[in-house]
């Protein structure tokens, strides 16, 4: 059975860094696509990036150029570096793969 673990949400100073991990438990890791999500008080949960099994990546028009999702299969790991870090990024970020999802990490940027 699939399970996920987030990790490396903090509290920054905008214009700040974070680095968000996801571990992935379950031998389909390298075959599986995985996504990152974002819930921000108030508002609905967006699609934050995606990178697919062959490393293909998409990314919300609001983190292009300052995002990067990336996955290291040999850890059974997705990243997401966050740069040039806003307050509009507090949220709490969510990795999901095959439907199944994390507790979630909290973002806080503060200007």
């Known amino acids: 059975q699939v399970q996920l673990v987030e990790s490396g949400g903090d509290t920054v100073q905008a214009g700040g860094s974070l680095r968000l991990s996801c571990v992935a438990s379950g031998s389909i890791f390298s075959i599986s696509a995985v996504e990152w999500h974002r819930r921000a008080p108030g508002k609905f949960r967006e699609l934050v990036a995606r990178i697919g099994s062959s490393g293909s990546t998409k990314y919300a028009d609001s983190v292009k150029g300052r995002f990067t999702i990336s996955r290291d299969n040999a850890k059974n790991t997705v990243y997401l570096q966050m740069n040039s870090l806003t307050p509009e990024d507090t949220a709490v970020y969510f990795c999901?793969?095959?439907?199944?999802w994390g507790q979630g990490t909290q973002v806080t940027v503060f200007s």
């Open positions: 999901t793969m095959r439907g199944v």
